[in-house]
Structure formats: structure tokens, C-alpha cells
């Protein structure tokens, strides 16, 4: 299918000039960006990343609930050719099973075998497994005048929080992470094929271990009611998941639920410290915490390119025609500041109404880790708001820095926080 042919009649355009995901300008101040797409280009093809962009609030809702947009690359009129049966590693078998990659049918299927492992009953156990995680990463700043918020907290909680609730044993976090850095890694869109190969080597151990613990579990006349237990044990009418899809939800929590957390927590404490009216209020009112969790999300709005849909036939979409096998790029960080949807779209505000938002997605794919972000994030502001009631950003701006390499976030890799404002003033004045 040829793409780059001429623009089709009235087909809207633009290219890396008005919207270039990598360009550091952009990564560091996103939000004239999204404002002018929001404004001028709500849809559009993008000519240099071929493919269509969606931006509005309404248009990505509709398209994260039409089914006739998938997450499967393999729809994807460039998607390389498959690789054969025998070539297949785990990772591959893996992937091949998970969430974004099975038709509709199977998705439902796969979503309703795995409500039990994310049902309150296991969930609510998750807690209690994380809340010294959170108090040792904080103990780790001991009485230092300040620290950075990515070193000490949002590099070490996600994934040794998604480790404690899988229940790898804690003399085995050190390889978890190891596997799980290796997954990440070798999903990436922006590394070559060698460095590619390379990761999938090393996530070879990790696969193996949890093939064991997996048959383990099968071979127990109950397989027990933790994490995977439930995995094991979930039943459909007779109809059970098998080791890859089970690797599969294990692959899809790391690669969904580890990045997107990590940016969680800085963007939380540098919404926080930049809008201390709204930190006094939550120090005030702790039971505006979950709101003030899925508004710092959308303030922050930390994603720098779109997910990804491919169009499963030719559509015709709000005057546009999207042809079967287009890619669509869904930009759910510009539709989060969306003036149409949020008026005041630019204001922190804790105690904003947020129904209908997308911040965890909508439609079938809506993310399944919302209570390990609730808790986490909240256990996590917790103890920053009991240590730190007077913390402020380092020098007023918190020495920002961004990883401009990251394959899909506006990663913020130094966010200096100054622990009490009062002893700097006081230092100040002496
Ligand atoms: C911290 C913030 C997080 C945000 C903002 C977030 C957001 C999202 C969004 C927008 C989607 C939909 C993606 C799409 O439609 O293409 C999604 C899906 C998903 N998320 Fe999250 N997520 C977060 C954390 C987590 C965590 C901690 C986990 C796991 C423990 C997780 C697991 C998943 C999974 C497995 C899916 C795919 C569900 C499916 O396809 O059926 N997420 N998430």
C-alpha cells in the first residue's frame, strides 16, 4: 500500500515542523504543541511519521472504543513479516498471547480469566507488600537538605512494586529487575535490531524461572491465592490459561505498569511543589487523594508520542479516510489538556471533576493496574507529605532534567527537592 502517494483530496496534513515527538524543545514544553493540534489539527496525517494523529478528547474516546481500531501491529501495513514457528523465543510466544496482540474475542477472554489475579481479595494484600518498600526508599534520604525525587524514588518503587505483588521472593528482586529492564528494553521502538536481539537473550533466565514457578503451581492440588495462584487457578468454564498467557500478563504488567509509574512519581511531587496551594490542600484533606492522583497524571501528562491503533478496515472518520493497514497515532497527553474537555485545562486542581477522563485509556484495553496506582502513588505521596510538609523544588525549579532518549515518555531523570523550606529560609537569614 503506498502511503506517501499525494495528499487524497482534503486530506489534512502536517509533519515533523508542527509535531516532531523527539525534538527537545518539545519534550521539555509540550503544551503550545498540543494546543496548536488541539486547535488546528484535532485530525490529521502525519507525513513524516505515516501515520494518522487523533487529538481531541472526543476523537481519542471514539477511537479507543471502536473496535475497528486494533492495538495489534501485526495489522499494520509496515509491520515487518512474522518470524517463523521455530524462530520464536519466549519473549515472541509471549508478546503473541498478551493483551495488545490477540483479536477482540481473545482479549475478553484473556481480561475476564485475569480478573481474579487484580480482584480486591488479592489486591487488597498488595498494600500491606508495599508499604515498607515506599518507607525504605524514604529512610534511604536519611536527614540529607535535599535529594532527587527519580534516584531515590521513581527508579526503585515500580518495579520492585510490581515485583512484591507477582510475589517474587525479596532475595530475588535483584534478577526481577534485571528480567524486567531487559523487557522493557526489548520492546522499545528506538534501538536496532542487535540491541534488540541482545535484550531478548537476557530475558531468557527470567522466562525460564517463571515457566518453573508456573508448572509448580499446577503440579500443587490448589495453586494458591496470591498473584499467580489466581493466575493458575482461573477457570471459564473449564477453560484455563495456558503458560504463555500467563507470561503474558506478567510481560504486560512490566511493560504498562513500570515506565508509566515511574513518571507517576516525579510528576507527582513537581505538580505538588509547583502548585503549593494544592499541596496544602491535600495535606488538609488526605481523602482528596485518589482524585489528586489521576489529576496529577493528566497535569503532568508525561507521554511524548501517541499509543498506537491500526485500522482493521477502511474507515471514514470524521471527514477523513483512514485506510485499512494506516496506523493512528492516539495522543491521549494532548487530549488530558484538552480545552474543550477542560476548560481551564492548565490549572492543577485536586478537587477537579474528572469523569469520562482518559487518563487509564477507555474501551476495552482500559488499564487493568489502576488500584497498584492508587496505592502506590498514595502510599507514596503519604510519606513524602509526613516527611517533608515544608519541601520545596531545589532553587524554585527543581533542577529538572529529562532522559531525551526515552523511547515513549518525557522522562524526567533529576528532580532536586529541597526536604524543608523552613531550615533553608533559616539558613538564609543567619
Ligand atoms: C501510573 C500510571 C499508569 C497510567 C497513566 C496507565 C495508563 C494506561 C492506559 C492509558 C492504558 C490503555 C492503553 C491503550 O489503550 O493502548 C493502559 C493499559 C494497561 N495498563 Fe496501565 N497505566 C498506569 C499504570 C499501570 C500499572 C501500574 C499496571 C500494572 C500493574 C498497568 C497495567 C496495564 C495493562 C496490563 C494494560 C493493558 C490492558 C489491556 O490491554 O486490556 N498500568 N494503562
Redesign the pocket.
Known amino acids: 500500500m503506498d502511503t506517501s502517494a499525494a495528499p487524497a483530496a482534503g486530506r489534512i496534513e502536517i509533519d515533523g515542523r508542527i509535531f516532531n515527538p523527539y525534538a527537545k524543545d518539545y519534550i521539555r514544553e509540550p503544551r503550545p504543541v498540543w494546543q496548536r493540534l488541539l486547535r488546528d489539527y484535532p485530525l490529521a496525517w502525519h507525513k513524516d511519521l505515516q501515520m494518522w494523529l487523533v487529538n481531541s478528547h472526543a476523537l481519542c474516546d471514539q477511537v479507543?472504543k471502536d473496535q475497528r481500531f486494533t492495538?495489534n501491529y501485526r495489522a499494520w501495513e509496515l509491520a515487518p513479516p512474522p518470524k517463523a514457528e521455530a524462530d520464536k523465543t519466549d519473549f515472541d510466544l509471549a508478546y503473541e498471547k498478551g493483551?495488545?496482540a490477540v483479536s477482540p474475542k481473545d482479549?475478553l477472554r484473556l481480561?475476564k480469566l485475569t480478573m481474579p489475579a487484580f480482584a480486591k481479595p488479592v489486591m487488597a494484600k498488595i498494600d500491606a507488600k508495599i508499604r515498607d518498600l515506599v518507607v525504605e526508599c524514604f529512610d534511604a534520604i536519611g536527614e540529607a537538605e535535599s535529594f532527587d525525587v527519580y534516584q531515590t524514588i521513581a527508579s526503585k518503587l515500580?518495579v520492585r512494586a510490581?515485583s512484591r505483588?507477582v510475589g517474587v521472593p525479596t532475595d530475588k528482586e535483584e534478577f526481577f529487575h534485571e528480567f524486567a529492564v531487559n523487557i522493557i528494553k526489548a520492546t522499545r521502538i528506538n534501538i536496532s535490531a542487535k540491541e534488540r536481539e541482545a535484550s531478548v537473550e537476557l530475558t531468557k533466565p527470567g522466562f525460564a524461572y517463571f515457566k518453573a514457578q508456573i508448572a509448580e503451581r499446577r503440579a500443587l492440588p490448589h495453586p494458591g491465592e496470591d498473584f499467580l495462584g489466581s493466575l493458575v487457578g482461573a477457570s471459564d468454564n473449564g477453560e484455563k490459561l495456558d503458560d504463555y498467557e500467563i507470561l503474558s500478563v506478567l510481560f504486560?504488567?512490566i511493560t504498562?505498569?513500570s515506565d508509566?509509574?515511574t513518571?507517576?512519581h516525579t510528576f507527582a511531587i513537581l505538580g505538588l511543589l509547583s502548585n503549593l496551594d494544592q499541596y496544602e490542600l491535600l495535606k488538609r484533606q488526605p481523602q482528596l487523594m485518589e482524585n489528586a492522583i489521576i489529576e496529577l497524571?493528566r497535569w503532568g501528562s508525561f507521554g511524548k508520542v501517541p499509543?498506537f491503533r491500526f485500522a482493521t478496515e477502511d474507515i471514514e472518520f470524521h471527514g477523513q479516510f483512514i485506510k485499512k493497514g494506516q496506523a493512528v497515532g492516539?495522543n491521549?497527553s494532548a487530549a488530558w489538556l484538552d480545552p474543550a474537555k477542560y476548560p481551564d485545562w492548565d490549572r492543577l486542581d485536586l478537587q477537579r471533576r474528572l469523569d469520562g477522563n482518559?487518563?487509564?485509556?477507555a474501551?476495552?484495553?482500559?488499564?487493568?493496574?489502576?488500584y497498584?496506582?492508587r496505592v502506590?502513588?498514595g502510599l507514596m505521596i503519604q510519606e513524602f507529605i509526613k516527611r517533608f510538609p515544608d519541601a520545596e523544588l531545589l532553587d524554585g525549579t527543581g533542577e529538572l532534567d529529562y532522559d531525551y532518549q526515552h523511547h515513549n515518555a518525557r522522562r524526567i531523570n533529576r528532580l532536586m527537592v529541597r526536604t524543608n523550606r523552613s531550615s533553608s529560609s533559616l539558613q538564609q537569614a543567619a
Not at 482518559?358 to 485509556?361: E, M, P, Q, S
Not at 474501551?363 to 489502576?370: E, K, L, N, S, V
Open positions: 479507543l492495538p493483551f495488545f482479549h481480561r515500580p510490581i505483588m504486560a504488567l504498562a505498569g508509566t509509574a513518571d507517576l497524571l499509543f492516539v491521549i482518559l487518563v487509564f485509556g474501551g476495552a484495553h482500559f488499564c487493568i493496574g489502576t497498584l496506582v502506590q502513588g
